[in-house]
Structure formats: structure tokens, C-alpha cells
């Protein structure tokens, strides 16, 4: 079952360059974007005047960055909601909302609470689910199936990938149909999407190096995520991985709001993810980086190979191969799965059972 690995977790980061294979060529046509044979029409991408994205855990964190990723490119709002918040809200979603649902095991009962409220405000619907005939997949409008196979470990790695892959499609079609991108645009863009595979596989192939970083924060009962902009949505996942398997407290933060009260926590007992891949606002991220070596952090900086930075800015540097700055997130979310095993791993805990928690959160 576990094809030689010694854990389902590490399986399942192997098979990431497989499962985006699967999730995107079908529905590439002619260079672009087509979901025809998923029968999703043109006409739900074109008529929504607004996104609304709800999900939990790993999948809400998905619609983060799906969030920085297509406003900028859509300029309509997207808004992303925790589902078991969404569920108790009167949210601003009607006929002209186009809602996102967002669930690997499409079973997540407040992700199906939040559904079924959209479908009570007149929304359409689109699920991102892995699970085929899923509860979610039976009951929304339409459903955009990944294909990453089963996951098994409670820590979801592929899933977030291919849901991640889903969205970028999603986004690109958007762009597309809304006159947002020529078909020139939307086929580069596709083409960027298809090169994080072999980005995605270079990072897998330097899991020894990461266990080697690893073995400096193993011990450390709290540590945190920086980046700003994309990078800050990729951090709440680095995070969220490291406390389920390793339980090490770890918190996200947008970089640039640290010295508003959480940088009084930063001391040399406290290492810092700092994630830096945004040419946009690098040098700004790079600004709060030297405010918290100077605290005294353990820095591991995570760039692309292309990005300029001194030699003493990070403890360790980890980089990535120089994707375009919209795509990082693929290759970045490899380092930080491995992180996250590393550490569960380093400390001898269950990696694929981690205490108190189920794979798919079917009670509330
Ligand atoms: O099956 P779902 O995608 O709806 O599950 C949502 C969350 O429970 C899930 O992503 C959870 O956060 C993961 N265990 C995190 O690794």
C-alpha cells in the first residue's frame, strides 16, 4: 500500500508531480484552459460579478492563495470564508455570487453546511472535490474533479497541490471568458502551470537536505511563517502542517505586521520560515526578515535560485528552482511538507495519524 515509503505522507509528496499531471492535461485544449468535458459552462464564469471560496483546513488555505492569485487578474472581488464561519453568517452571496467549495474528501460537513447555504442565497456552485460521488460533488452545481487518488495520511500534501492546480485552471478560464486574458495570455500562463511539475519534482529529489534544516528547529516549541502577499498564503499552510504532525506551535503572519505586537515573541528560542519569492514586495520581506535576525531568530529563508539576498540576511537558505513569481507556491509547499514530516518524524510521532485528529471531519 505504501509502495516502499515508509509513511503514507511521504508517498503522497512523491506522487504530487503525477496527480498534476492528471488534474490538468485532460483539460487542456488547444494550449488553453477547457472544462467541457467536466460540463462546466462558460456562462457561471462570465455572469458572477464576485467569488466567494469556503472551505476548512488545508483546502480553505488553498482559496488564500487562489484569492491573491486571481483578484489582481479577474478585478472582482474574491472572498475567502472558513466554512464553519460561512455556515452561521448572513454572507453577501446572491444569484450573481459565484461560489467556490473547496474539499478533498467532499464529505466535510461544514463545507457542505456552507453549500447548502449558497444554494438557500440562489449562488452557483462549483466544488473542487478529490472524492468521486462525494456528498459535495453529488450536491453542488457542478464539480471540477482532482485527480490525486486517494490520500491517506491525515496531513493533506497532494490534495493541496491539485486543488491548488484546479483553482489556477479555474482562474485562467476566468480570465479568458471575462476578456481579463488574450488567448496568448491564458496559453503562456498554462504553460507556467505545467512548468512547476518538473520544479516540484526538484525540490522532492532534496528531501535529504531538508531533513538536515529540519534538525535545527526540531526542538523548538514555537516557530513562525513571514511572507508577504502570496507568500503570506502559502505560510498559513506551512504552518498548519507543522503543528498537525509535529506539534510545534507554529503561527502564520503577514510579514509586514509583526512589529504591530507579535515580534515581542521573537526571540533565538523561536525559528522563522521566511518565505521570500515575490519580486513585488522582496524587498520589503526582506526588511522583516532583518528585524527578526536581529531578535535573535533562527532564519530559514526560502527564495527562488535567482533572487539576490547577503549572505548573513538567514541562517539557511533553501531554494527553488525560478518559476514565475504566480507559481511558487507549487515547488514552496514540497519544502514545506517535507518540513512538517521532518519534524514529526525527527520527534518520533505518528506522522500519519497525528493525535486528536480524523481525515475527514464529518461531525461538528
Ligand atoms: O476533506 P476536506 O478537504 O474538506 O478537509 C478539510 C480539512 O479538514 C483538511 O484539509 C485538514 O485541514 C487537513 N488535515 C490538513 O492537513
Redesign the pocket.
Known sequence: MKNGYPHFMMKEIHEQPEAMKNTILPRISKGLPDFSDDKIPDEIFKDCNQIHIV??????HTGMVARALMEPILRIPVTVTIASEFRYEQPLIDEHTLVLV???????ID?LAALRLAHEYGSKTLAIVNVKGSTIARESDYVLYTHAGPEIA???TK?YSVQLAALYMIGCRMALVRGKFTEKQAMDFLSDLLDVIPAMETMIAQEQMIKGVVSHIIQSLDAFFIGRGLDYAFSLEGA??LK?ISYIHAEAYAAGELKHGTIALISDQVPVIAIATQEHVFSKTISNIREVKARGAFVILLTKEGSVVDDNLADIRIRIPDVDDRFTVFPIAVVLQLIAYYASLGKNLDVDQPRN?A???TVE
Not at 472551505?55 to 480553505?60: D, L, N, P, R
Not at 473547496?102 to 466535510?108: D, N, P, V, W, Y
Open positions: 472551505a476548512c483546513g488545508t483546502a480553505m473547496i474539499s478533498q474528501s467532499g464529505e466535510t463545507t491525515v496531513a493533506s490534495a498548519l502542517k498537525e485528529l481525515k475527514s471531519v
